[in-house]
């Protein structure tokens, strides 16, 4: 049993999951009694159970509750926990393609499962999960009958808990590629090597909301990936796009999914940092109707909130500068550290450097298979802004 201060069940009764290291009585019950991963019974300073969750003395965040009772980590809880998940996903797609499992929201925390169809990728990002791998395959197998399990353990956050990095196929032999549909375009992903599980699923309901507005329009996609905002852009009937990206292998996969999709004469992919190709867009004049900025977290740590929002500011003032008369700017966060409200100052302070008046036309969050755990506030990590972006 894990036994918290006086005054330190506070957070979890109000529907928390996790407890932090400082929070447990370690006069009573020492970290260093437990192993990293360890299943425990997590109670008040009295001793009455707060319900049953898993341990590691080495991580900050020392341990996370998986049910409100006693219940044991077993199959059992996970096959349940799987199936609520489903039936959220299944009620709101059409197609299997998905967030199957998003961590904390879906009770299941460290554990996050990408579903492209009949192939599945999973990570582990914490011990815990981590020592709950076998039974999270064999609920996986019963609720789903997958072909292929895919597991990319190679999260940074698994570092902060003391664990390897591993990528393997827990069930079925690895598959080059892996196929996703969305609203209608294919894409191919790399559900081994690619970004994170392979693909953007947090994107995807921004995606349908902004691509009426890009038809017949001049599109830069920056940060592009595989191409999940530029190729829809050109399959939304975008006149021309172009995609940009520092990694090879994300120009090359870029081109494949337009391929794909037969819009390969309205397409192109360009290596280069995002940075660089804007100033020299701007030297060049090159303009555009529209500018996707989809960076990667900016603010991945709280004291990196200064250098991060003065990098947000910097690319989307850039953006600005190539944007043509009456363009809309797509400006995006994934970064929790960085708060909705002061993104858009950022953006408004950018636009007034420029001399340039912003509008808000969309508010952007990230997608309905992401769900937002309402007393987990780091679960609510995407933000954005669709902008018009005029003249003073």
């Given amino acids: 049993m ?43 300073h009295t001793g009455r159970v707060l319900g049953s969750g898993y341990v590691n003395p080495h991580s900050l965040i020392c341990a996370r509750l998986l049910d409100r009772h006693a219940h044991p980590l077993d199959r059992s809880l996970v096959t349940h926990r799987l199936n609520i998940a489903l039936s959220l996903r299944q009620r709101i797609y059409p197609t299997p393609h998905y967030r199957l499992v998003f961590g904390d929201s879906d009770g299941l925390p460290g554990l996050t499962v990408d579903r492209f169809g009949q192939v599945l990728v999973a990570q582990a990002t914490t011990a815990g999960m981590q020592a709950l791998r076998e039974e999270v395959d064999a609920a996986l197998v019963k609720v789903l009958a997958p072909d292929v399990v895919v597991w990319k353990n190679d999260s940074s956050a698994r570092r902060l808990e003391g664990l390897d990095d591993e990528v393997f196929c827990s069930v079925g032999e690895p598959p080059s590629h892996v196929e996703v549909m969305e609203s209608g ?89 995002a940075f660089e190709f804007l100033r020299d867009a701007r030297q060049n004049r090159s303009r555009w109707d529209a500018v996707v900025v989809d960076p990667p977290a900016f603010v991945k740590r709280k004291k990196d909130f200064k250098e991060g929002a003065l990098a947000y500011r910097r690319i989307n003032e850039a953006a600005m500068q190539v944007l043509d008369r009456d363009g809309l700017l797509v400006s995006l966060s994934c970064s929790h550290h960085m708060p909705r409200a002061v993104l858009l100052e950022t953006l408004q302070a950018a636009a007034r450097h420029l001399d340039r008046q912003l509008q808000v036309i969309a508010s952007l969050q990230q997608a309905s298979d992401h769900p937002v755990h309402a007393a987990i506030p780091e679960t609510d990590y995407l933000k954005g802004f669709v902008c018009r972006v005029l003249p003073s």
Avoid at 3 to 30: I, K, M
Avoid at 197 to 224: A, E, H
Wanted: overall charge negative; glycine content about 8%; proline content about 2%.
């Fill in 2 to 44: 894990l036994l918290l201060r006086r005054g330190e069940d506070r957070r979890l009764r109000a529907g928390h999951l996790w407890v932090f290291s400082n929070e447990v009585d370690v006069q009573r019950t020492p970290l260093d009694r437990f192993s990293p991963g360890e299943a425990v019974l997590i109670a008040d």
């Fill in 185 to 273: 375009c294919r894409f191919h992903v790399d559900g081994l090597h690619g970004q994170k599980t392979g693909w953007f699923f947090d994107q995807r309901d921004n995606r349908d909301r902004v691509m009426p507005w890009l038809r017949d329009s001049r599109v830069l996609d920056l940060f592009c990936y595989a191409g999940g905002w530029g190729v829809r852009a050109a399959c939304a009937g975008a006149s021309s796009v172009d995609c940009v990206d520092g990694s090879a292998d994300a120009v090359d996969a870029v081109m494949r999914n337009a391929a794909l999709n037969d819009v390969t004469d309205r397409v192109t992919a360009t290596r280069a940092d």
